[in-house]
C-alpha cells in the first residue's frame, strides 16, 4: 500500500511539474502551450536571424495550488507567468530555445499585471511590455519594457525602459537604460508647469545578461 502511495504521489508531482512547463517542440501556439494556460500572447519574427520566423510566447499557468480566491469569490492567479522564445525550424515546426518566469511579475492580492504583450521588431529585437497596478503601497501605474536582441550566439537583455504614472500628480517619469551603451536616460512630464531637461548618466557597460538569467 506505501508503494502505491508513492508512485501516486510521485506521478502527481510530475504532473504539477509538467503543467508549469511549456512543450519543447510543436507547430502551433495550441501544441505548444498547455491546456488551460491563460492569456497567451505570441509574436513571431526572424530572432536569430537565419531567414525562418521565430515565435515568443507569454502566458500565465494554471497550476491549482497558486490560484487565490480573494473574500469576494475572485480568483487572482499567482503563477509566474512564462516568457518562451521558440526557434523555427525548416520543416515548419519550433524548437523551445528558451523559457523564463523571471521576466512579467507575479500577481498577488495586492498587485496586478493589467496588460502585456511581446513583438519581434523586423530587425528581430524582442520586446516584453507589461503593465502593472498597485492597490496598496503605491501611487504609481508602472509600465515596463524588456527589450532583447541575439547576438554572439546567444539571446541578451539590451535595455529596460520603466514608465511611471502618478496617479496623485498625473506626472509621468521615464526611466530608459541601453545596457549596450552604459547609459541611461531620465524624462520627467509634468501635468503642471514647465517639465525639467532630460537626465542622462553614464553608469559604464557592464557584461550583457542573457534571456531569463537573474541580474
Not at 512547463?21 to 537565419?50: F, M
Not at 503642471?192 to 545578461?209: F, Q
Request: a negative charge; charged letters at 20%.
Amino acid at each position: 500500500m506505501k508503494k502505491y502511495f508513492a508512485i501516486v504521489t510521485a506521478l502527481a508531482t510530475a504532473a504539477c511539474a509538467m503543467a508549469s512547463t511549456v512543450a519543447e517542440q510543436g507547430k502551433s501556439v495550441n501544441e505548444l502551450i498547455p491546456d488551460g494556460w491563460e492569456r497567451v500572447q505570441p509574436a513571431t519574427g526572424d530572432v536569430n536571424h537565419d531567414g525562418i520566423n521565430d515565435l515568443v510566447v507569454i502566458a500565465f499557468p494554471n497550476d491549482e495550488d497558486k490560484m487565490f480566491k480573494r473574500y469576494d469569490g475572485y480568483v487572482i492567479n499567482m503563477n509566474e507567468p512564462v516568457v518562451a522564445v521558440y526557434m523555427g525550424q525548416t520543416d515548419g515546426s519550433y524548437r523551445l530555445y528558451r523559457q523564463a518566469n523571471n521576466i512579467v511579475p507575479a500577481q498577488d492580492e495586492y498587485n496586478s499585471v493589467e496588460t502585456f504583450e511581446v513583438n519581434v521588431t523586423a530587425k528581430g529585437v524582442i520586446n516584453v511590455v507589461y503593465s502593472t497596478f498597485s492597490s496598496a503601497g503605491s501611487w504609481s501605474n508602472d509600465t515596463m519594457t524588456m527589450t532583447y536582441r541575439f547576438q554572439d550566439g546567444d539571446l541578451f537583455l539590451i535595455g529596460e525602459t520603466t514608465e511611471g504614472f502618478d496617479r496623485a500628480s498625473h506626472d509621468t517619469e521615464v526611466y530608459s537604460i541601453n545596457y549596450l551603451t552604459g547609459k541611461a536616460c531620465t524624462t520627467i512630464k509634468r501635468n503642471k508647469g514647465r517639465s525639467p531637461k532630460a537626465k542622462w548618466e553614464n553608469l559604464g557597460k557592464k557584461p550583457l545578461v542573457p534571456f531569463g538569467s537573474n541580474k
